[in-house]
């Protein structure tokens, strides 16, 4: 205890530099920073993609299910993955993954982790791009299909390019979610952004600089994304005056 | 064109719709030939649009029987889609794609559905476009137009099909006063060149100038019907003569 608090004082006392120089610079620290946000990134784009996929699949289930009734069995399975899965906290469904569905297997974490993000945000997608599709007055659809094109071809040419558009908000809010809450997968071993940070204070005992730089990367990392959303929201809405 | 109005193009047998409990066609039987121009009228709630939308089957018909050019599109095996192709439709909300440009609007249809290459669609939707004044829209957006302008170019996206039939569910009724006139002068040059056409309106000047038919519908059955003269000279039914004392 005494050790430890005086340790403390000294490196309350230090200078900014010299913590600099012991959190970041010192034993090439900072490497291990990137390759954390390396992991974050990796972990984001996988879950992000399996989640698109599983959300829009859900998406036209439920949707094609409340239009015509069919697809019962589909339905239904969708339905229940949406509950668990929102009913969940991400943590335990990602031990439950990385201990149980994949326990005795060698998968690597970091592929581990991008399933049980991707299942988790998947569920959220689902229900945002189910609601864009509501969001689409019934007359498109009649007159695409009024024209003669088939439910597929009305839903893929002019309802979801019009319910992306809507729900593009949403999405990115989804993104953002998603990129800081793979912050938990230290608990499954893999060395991401925000381990990585803990990793350095455990070497340093100083906790505040190595948790400022992660904080201020997560921050970078969503401004970035923002910023391009944004533009993309802005070449979307060309159509509208 | 050469028209023959002995063909039946639609045959209507025992058409029956319900909304849960609700009745709103209660067997309606009717032919139209082709090159006929029918409209109907009728109070709302009459059931007139619902039959309209029946006869492409945007409405599935609880009971009875459409036959398009002989077929019985009713028949669940039938593809629908692909006779959906020769039956063109104009909505009261226009229902144009509003993240599309003009030009692609009357072409996505023909261009996805391989009825033309992309620049037979162009040039053929260019033609349209000049037909009805409207050749500068061309890369305009939806949003930029009036609803006039929106209408005819519905009108002409039905068209780049070419259709045998064209359906208008009151096509005029979402419109500003002074724009209904331009969109019921392109409906009557289309009903000139022999199109065959029903029309659920409330334009009665339209029906008189160039209906073939007048249909009354109330009560989700067809009233009345007959040619415009003795059809507004002389009407028969109580409950017409009512309807039109209270629109003429």
């Known amino acids: 205890m005494g050790t430890s608090s005086c340790i403390r004082g000294v490196l309350l006392t230090a200078s900014f530099s010299e913590k600099f120089y012991a959190n970041f610079i010192k034993d090439d620290r900072w490497l291990s920073l990137v390759s954390g946000l390396k992991v974050t990134i990796i972990v984001t784009i996988e879950a992000l993609l399996l989640g698109v996929i599983i959300g829009f699949i859900v998406a036209i289930v439920r949707s094609y299910h409340d239009k015509t009734g069919k697809l019962k069995v589909l339905n239904i399975i969708s339905k229940v993955y949406l509950t668990v899965i929102r009913g969940t906290p991400t943590m335990i469904q990602i031990l439950i993954m990385y201990l149980v569905v994949f326990g005795s297997s060698s998968m690597d974490s970091m592929i581990i982790g991008g399933i049980a993000f991707g299942i988790n945000s998947g569920a959220y997608v689902a229900e945002i791009i189910r609601s864009g599709i509501m969001s689409i007055p019934a007359g498109q659809t009649e007159a695409g299909r009024s024209l003669g094109l088939s439910y597929s071809q009305t839903m893929w040419l002019i309802i979801v390019p019009q319910a992306f558009k809507n729900v593009l908000p949403a999405l990115v809010n989804e993104m953002i979610v998603l990129i800081k809450e793979t912050a938990i997968i230290g608990y499954i071993g893999e060395q991401d952004l925000t381990k990585a940070a803990m990793v350095i204070q455990s070497r340093t005992f100083d906790a505040f600089m190595p948790l400022l730089a992660a904080a201020l990367i997560y921050l970078a990392l969503v401004m970035l994304l923002t910023f391009f959303m944004n533009k993309l929201e802005r070449r979307l809405r060309t159509s509208e005056r | ?248």
């Open chain 2, 1 to 248: 064109m050469n028209v023959n109005h002995e063909e039946i193009l639609i045959e209507v047998r025992d058409l029956q719709k319900a909304f849960g409990d609700n009745l709103v066609l209660s067997g309606i039987t009717t032919e139209i030939k082709r090159g006929e121009v029918v409209v109907i009228i009728g109070p709302s709630g009459s059931g007139k649009s619902t039959f309209l939308r029946s006869l492409n089957l945007l409405e599935l018909p609880t009971k009875g029987t459409v036959l398009f050019e002989g077929v019985n599109i009713t028949d669940p095996k039938t593809d629908i889609d692909l006779h959906r192709q020769k039956m063109g439709m104009v909505f009261q909300h226009f229902n144009l794609f509003p993240h599309k440009m003009i030009l692609e609007n009357i072409t996505l249809a023909p261009v996805v559905l391989k009825k033309m290459t992309k620049e037979e669609a162009r040039q053929k939707a260019l033609e349209l476009l000049n037909r009805v004044g409207l050749g500068d829209k061309a890369d305009a957006y939806p949003s930029q137009l009036s609803g006039g302008q929106k209408q005819r170019i519905a009108i002409i996206r039905s068209l780049a099909m070419d259709p045998d039939v064209m359906l208008f569910d009151e096509p005029t009724s979402a419109l500003d006063p002074e724009m209904v006139g331009e969109v019921l002068e392109l409906m009557k040059q289309l009903a000139r060149e022999g199109m065959t056409m029903v029309v659920v309106t409330h334009e009665m000047g339209f029906a008189k100038e160039v209906g073939s038919r007048v249909v009354f519908m109330d009560e989700g059955q067809i009233k009345e019907q007959g040619n415009p003269e003795e059809f507004f000279g002389n009407p028969k039914d109580e409950r017409l003569k009512e309807f039109l004392s209270k629109i003429l």
